[in-house]
């Protein structure tokens, strides 16, 4: 069975967020109720730190059901948790120490390893620890938030990199610097890979601005681009993809 892509579209990056947030907890609320869990990877970058802040916010924090969310990370940069390009120290701003989310129901990448490799290593046996049934090859995250970034790079799995690649590892690691050398936060980076982002329920891609207007278009149309973006490669997801854009990111006038 094919991918199945859903576009949402509003009018700025408040309904972006707006509506992201609402439906992460209609999504953990049914999962909660279903499956007694839900598993959730966040995205780092600017785009969902506004989600984060709704969900830990009310209405939104009394809704979620915390006791049950399990919070793991899409991706990290190499670097202490405390540092300013932390996607760890992000969410924990915006989310982790504002609600009543259990700190052992939270498992970030570790960066404490001088070998970044080691770090990606370490994440690895974590997810297989908490998601490798017997024979399932992919791992079953019930939620993975991705942005996208303007050359369609998504988690750090960036154009000509190995990371991009892998199909085997659930977690690798890339030198986001060598990479694409416009790229904020040019450091060595910690990733899920595509197995993860494939295996996942749901996966929720927010994009806001013009900028990310033709990444996300050479994803979602049917065409086959002549250079296809990393991101293409979620039209291979087992599960659903919504797409939470912007007018701008959506193309629209
Ligand atoms: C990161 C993210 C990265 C991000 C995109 C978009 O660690 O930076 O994983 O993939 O989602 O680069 O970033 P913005 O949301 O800041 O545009």
């Given at each position: 069975m094919g991918v199945t892509f859903v576009r949402k579209v509003y009018t700025d990056a408040v309904g972006v967020s707006r509506a992201a947030a609402e439906r992460i907890v209609l999504?953990?609320?049914q999962r909660a109720l279903d499956a007694g869990r839900c598993a959730i990877a966040l995205?780092?970058?600017?785009?969902p730190a506004a989600t984060y802040?709704?969900?830990a916010a009310e209405p939104l924090a009394q809704q979620m059901p915390?006791?049950?969310?399990?919070i793991y990370f899409g991706d990290?940069?190499?670097v202490p948790h405390d540092h300013p390009d932390s996607n760890y120290r992000m969410v924990s701003e915006a989310l982790l120490t504002k609600t009543t989310l259990p700190s052992e129901n939270v498992f970030p990448v570790p960066t404490d390893h001088e070998d970044v490799a080691v770090c990606a290593e370490w994440y690895e046996d974590l997810l297989r620890l908490h998601f490798q049934r017997s024979s399932d090859v992919l791992p079953h995250l019930d939620l993975v938030l991705l942005g996208i970034g303007p050359d369609g790079h998504i988690a750090s799995l960036f154009a000509g990199t190995s990371a991009a690649a892998e199909r085997k590892r659930w977690v690798t690691w890339?030198?986001?610097s060598s990479a694409d050398p416009t790229i904020t936060a040019a450091?060595?980076?910690i990733t899920v890979t595509a197995p993860v982002i494939w295996g996942a329920a749901d996966v929720f891609v927010l994009a806001t601005g013009a900028a990310k207007a033709a990444a996300v278009a050479m994803v979602t149309q049917d065409a086959e681009p002549a250079d296809p973006p990393v991101a293409r490669m979620l039209r291979q997801c087992q599960g659903v993809v919504t797409f939470f854009l912007d007018k701008a990111a959506a193309g629209a006038s």
């Open positions: 999504l953990a609320q995205s780092g970058g600017k785009t802040a709704l969900l915390w006791a049950k969310t399990k990290e940069r190499h890339c030198d986001a450091v060595k980076r």
